[in-house]
T-cell receptor, first 111, second 113 residues
Framework: DAKTTQPTSMDCAEGRAANLPCNHS???????VYWYRQIHSQGPQYIIH???NNETNEMASLIITEDRKSSTLILPHATLRDTAVYYC????????????FGAGTRLFVKA | DAEITQSPRHKITETGRQVTLACHQT?????MFWYRQDLGHGLRLIHY???????NKGEVSDGYSVSRSNTEDLPLTLESAASSQTSVYFC????????????FGPGTRLTVL
């Protein structure tokens, strides 16, 4: 699985968009980008995933660059409850199955 | 609704004792995983299973074992608990098909004295 690089921490004002970047320059053609988050003391929660097209669901949007070497998770209207550690993971789908988590980005949403 | 549960949620034990942590999922997922999480180390994979009778070692498997006798359960056993195994343990499951996303349980906080 490709390695990812994320900033250690970020701040965001409540109500504003939170844009969390992730670099994955060694991504392979069959690898997807997954995002999870972990709110304090809880189990990680799946947010969104994509291969090369931008994706949107009820929680967030995922923007993947054309060369697929980086991506951005967008929380359009961050709330205090979005304060969490966000993990960007690159891996094959329906293949290796196991997921290796890195250090992630600690997002602080401030009132 | 389908879910994944872990028990106990909190456990205190003594060094040298055998401890078993339970994980039960009702999604009928083929894949199940155990992670531990410590400050400064993030989530580390202990063991995983792709189906009944299948088990595989993860990156930190020493001192732990699992068995998969049915689809729903993957118990994690600490053969002889050590203080270094004090941690929060998370169980997860995923389907073999579809987007292959993992669903995590609420965690078990284990303290080994």
């Amino acid at each position: 699985d490709a390695k990812t690089t994320q900033p250690t921490s970020m701040d965001c004002a409540e109500g504003r968009a939170a844009n969390l970047p992730c670099n994955h320059s060694t991504i392979s053609g069959n690898e997807y980008v997954y995002w999870y988050r972990q709110i304090h003391s809880q189990g990680p929660q799946y947010i969104i995933h994509g291969l090369k097209n931008n994706e949107t669901n009820e929680m967030a949007s995922l923007i993947i660059t054309e060369d697929r070497k980086s991506s951005t998770l967008i929380l359009p209207h961050a709330t205090l409850r979005d304060t969490a550690v966000y993990y960007c993971i690159v891996r094959v789908a329906n293949g290796g199955f196991k997921t290796i988590f890195g250090a992630g980005t600690r997002l602080f949403v401030k009132a | 609704d389908a879910e994944i549960t872990q028990s106990p949620r909190h456990k205190i034990t003594e060094t040298g004792r055998q401890v078993t942590l339970a994980c039960h999922q009702t999604w009928n997922h083929n894949n199940m995983f155990w992670y531990r999480q410590d400050l400064g180390h993030g989530l580390r994979l202990i063991h995983y299973s792709y189906g009944v009778q299948d088990t595989n070692k993860g990156e930190v498997s020493d001192g732990y074992s699992v068995s998969r006798s049915n689809t729903e359960d993957l118990p994690l056993t600490l053969e002889s608990a050590a203080s270094s195994q004090t941690s929060v343990y998370f169980c997860a499951s995923s389907d073999r098909t579809g987007p292959d996303t993992q669903y995590f349980g609420p965690g078990t906080r284990l303290t080994v004295l």
